[in-house]
């Protein structure tokens, strides 16, 4: 038996192991389901092309978070990249964001968007994506780029989702930015959380994670896929047959998941709570194509419902040890919610005729095509989620089950975020009593007084 018992290798499975060796404790032991670490956060390889489970760019803005991946990975394997992204409809490019760069659209686009902000609806409170949209850059924005795009993305109606997860995703506008953007040509510019990135020199997003396993002193145990959680007698159950009690339990597994497989008194609001958590899956199909100029571009946002993609980007321009010599690679991204395999199946053979058109890509130039399903992509910020969450997360860390990350907290969150969260379980248990309830023992003392740190 381990104290704590964590599951999932992925960045905040890892990072919480990371920080509570960095403590000097190593009661603790981590199951990862799959037989590689990385969860989202992974490479493959296939004839010398290195494919994402779509991009993963690092995005850097916390002094602690810089100072540890310079300190596990060496910011000197990465390199750093101002961003080249555009988005593309009515077959004219503009930069991102949308909402500073009309230039080039037909004029009727234009006015409708300038006209759109000037009448934009004065609601301080949006409580919708959609009014939110229709209050901070009115219709025409919306009707042009934001409700085609986030549609896709979500694969949700934008009339139900909410807004709390826009604030620092979505760049804000004004007359004179508008204005500019329409009069003077110009390349991408460092606006948005993402304009700038970092990017193993080669390795694909995989070798963050390597180097953060291969700094730790205990083991990652592979091929434990959690089939059962008791929180009653605090045990896991394994697929493979094995148990793991323990005191506390970090699980970083998707959220709707855990719920599903937990034993409690509760189970079944519990079980009922998962169906409620809602989140699209994507497809993201890869291409390696054997001619070295295909774009000098990062990314491309489709608004479009003419394109089944959402995104289509170039990794070999993140990274030139991404591709063989004198190739080139592409990803493509088109999300789903809740459909079958024969719909999802003849989406993605249309999205890869309508990129081989769109970049004049022959059959004979591509020597890979590899495409890769993540079933938990995007978190869908419904009402539901906002009015239950908190409280379903609390009940959880009431019987010692601390369910944190992207799909543990399900949450729209980054690499950044993922290794930070998993820093911040491990000083809430080393440090702070854990609450107790009605099925723990009370005289079970805070991990601090039981361990010598
Ligand atoms: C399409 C997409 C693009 C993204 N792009 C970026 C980007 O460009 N930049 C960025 O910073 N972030 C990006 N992210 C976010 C980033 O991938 C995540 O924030 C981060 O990887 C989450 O890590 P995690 O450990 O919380 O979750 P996960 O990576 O989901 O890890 C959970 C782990 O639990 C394991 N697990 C699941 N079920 C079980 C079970 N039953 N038993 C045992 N183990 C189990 C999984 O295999 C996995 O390893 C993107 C995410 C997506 C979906």
Redesign the pocket.
């Known amino acids: 038996m381990a104290q704590i018992v964590i ?7 890892l990072s919480a192991a990371y920080h509570l060796e960095q403590k000097g404790f190593f009661d603790y032991r981590l ?4 037989s590689q ?5 992974r490479s493959v390889q296939e004839k010398g092309f290195t494919f994402d ?7 850097i803005n916390d002094d602690y978070f810089r100072s540890l991946i310079h300190h596990v990975a060496g910011l000197q394997h990465f390199n750093s990249v101002n961003r080249r992204s555009w988005i593309y409809s009515q077959d004219t490019y503009t930069p991102y964001p949308y909402q500073i760069n009309l230039r080039g659209l037909p004029t009727a686009t234009i006015a409708e968007c300038i006209q759109g902000f000037i009448a934009r609806k004065n609601n301080t409170n949006p409580k919708t994506f959609y009014d939110w949209v229709l209050a901070y850059f009115g219709s025409g924005f919306g009707k042009h780029f934001f409700f085609p795009y986030q549609q896709k993305i979500f694969a949700y109606h934008v009339k139900k989702l909410t807004a709390s997860w826009t604030g620092r995703f979505v760049p804000a506008t004004s007359l004179e930015q508008i204005i500019d953007g329409i009069m003077h040509e110009r390349e991408e510019q460092s606006i948005g959380y993402n304009a700038h990135f970092f990017y193993p020199l080669s390795g694909g997003i995989s070798y963050l994670v390597d180097c953060f396993e291969q700094s730790l002193v205990n083991p990652v145990y592979h091929n ?3 089939e059962r959680v008791d929180v009653r007698d605090k045990v896991v159950h394994f697929a493979n047959g094995h148990a793991e009690p323990y005191e506390y339990l970090i699980t ?3 959220l709707d ?1 855990l719920l599903k ?1 937990m034993r409690e008194p509760s189970s079944s609001t519990m079980q009922r709570a998962a169906d409620k958590l809602l989140c699209n899956s ?1 497809v ?1 199909f890869n291409l390696g194509i054997a001619r070295s100029d295909l774009s000098d571009k990062h990314w491309i946002y489709f608004p479009e419902s003419r394109y089944p993609f959402y995104r289509i980007g170039f990794p070999h321009n993140f990274s030139t040890a991404l591709v063989p010599n004198g190739c080139s690679s592409l990803y493509g ?1 088109l999300a789903y919610l809740h459909k079958s395999r024969t719909t999802v199946t003849r989406q993605l053979r249309t999205a890869i005729k309508a990129t081989k058109d769109l970049f004049h890509i022959r059959d004979e130039e591509v020597v890979v095509q590899k495409v890769l399903y ?1 079933p ?3 978190v869908i910020y419904d009402a539901w989620r906002e009015k239950y969450l908190p409280n379903l997360l609390k009940t959880l860390a009431n019987m010692n089950v601390y369910s ?5 907290e399900w949450k729209y ?6 290794i930070l ?1 998993g820093k911040a379980i491990v000083d809430k248990l080393l440090f702070f009593p854990a609450v107790t309830t009605p099925f723990v023992d009370h005289t079970i003392q805070p991990i601090t007084q039981q361990k010598e740190l």
Request: hydrophobic share 35%.
């Open positions: 599951i999932g290798a992925g960045l905040t499975g199951f990862e389901k799959e670490s990385g969860g989202l956060c489970f779509t991009g993963h760019l690092l995005h434990f896929c959690v970083t597994m998707p998941n497989n994507v993201n991204e993540i938990h992509a995007y944190v990350g992207r799909y543990g969150a980054s690499m950044q975020e993922a969260d």
